[in-house]
């Protein structure tokens, strides 16, 4: 196959399965869990398309086109991540609301030291543009991994099954995460770029294709754990007493409010 057709068949391949994804999410309903990650695939959609035109019509404005995708779509999915974490210990009020300051510092401290980084890099915009962009790119890879890597460790604590849709998630980022941080940890020159490039784009296509059928499975619901997790009360009200009077919404049941109620209860009946 023709190279230029190869190239032709990724940059639609993906956006065709997202078309498909987006549309599984109106009808199951999952853009209600979702929204960032629904707004994820709905960016993508329309960028490829941009990006195309781009490409064949006006190659030199496709370079700032592209790496203001790149920067927009870093961007959209650190808010991805911090939607499926929020949605894994959604069970701990206080640790979900910690864990959304500390999200949000963290973002803002990222953007700041890329911004750094570049205005202290040698050369022209263009390429002061290109290093903070791949410094941004590479960190929101590393929390992707991360997430998965959290995710997998404390999945049975938190009562989530790994055929669950936050779970297929978090497989597909780490996944083409950990795939596109290997490939440019690798020293390559310009005769490997078109291969490196390939291998990101057959990656994040994988991606989207476990993302699709994540969404088309049946979705069960979280498992709720019999077992009492000390670990997890723990450094949720811990998390509640750090925050002070601030008290999250929405507040769910956790071990220990359970536990609480429950002998408030047997009290108030005894009387």
């Not at 950990?178 to 078109?194: E, K």
């Not at 291998?199 to 989207?208: D, F, N, W």
Request: hydrophobic share 50%.
């Amino acid at each position: 196959m023709p190279a230029h057709l190869l190239q032709d068949l990724l940059w639609f391949a993906g956006p065709a399965v997202q078309v498909g994804l987006i549309s599984v999410m109106l009808k199951r309903d999952l853009r209600s869990n979702f929204p960032f990650f629904f707004s994820y695939n709905v960016f993508q959609v329309i960028s490829m398309v941009l990006l195309f035109v781009f490409f064949r019509s006006a190659p030199n404005q496709y370079f700032f086109a592209y790496w203001t995708y790149v920067a927009v779509s870093t961007l959209i999915g650190l808010a991805v991540i911090h939607e499926v974490f929020n949605f894994a210990i959604r069970p701990y009020a206080g640790l979900r609301e910690l864990g959304s300051v500390i999200f949000r510092w963290a973002a803002l401290l990222l953007i700041l030291l890329c911004t750094i980084a570049a205005a202290s890099t040698d050369g022209n915009h263009a390429a002061r543009l290109t290093h903070a962009m791949i410094n941004l790119e590479r960190s929101a890879r590393l929390l992707q991994c991360g997430l998965l890597l959290f995710l997998g460790l404390c999945s049975t604590q938190l009562g989530l099954t790994w055929r669950s849709f936050a779970c297929g998630i978090a497989v597909g980022f780490g996944m083409f995460s950990a795939t596109d941080l290997v490939i440019t940890s690798i020293s390559a020159g310009p005769a490997m770029s078109a291969l490196t490039s390939a291998i990101s784009a057959g990656a994040y296509l994988v991606a989207e294709v476990l993302w699709f059928t994540y969404s088309v499975l049946p979705q069960q619901e979280r498992v709720s754990n019999e077992q009492y997790q000390p670990a997890f009360d723990r450094w949720n009200q811990a998390a509640m007493l750090l925050l002070g009077p601030r008290q999250p919404v929405n507040i769910e049941h956790t071990y220990l409010s359970d536990i609480e109620q429950t002998v408030e209860a047997v009290l108030a009946t005894s009387r």
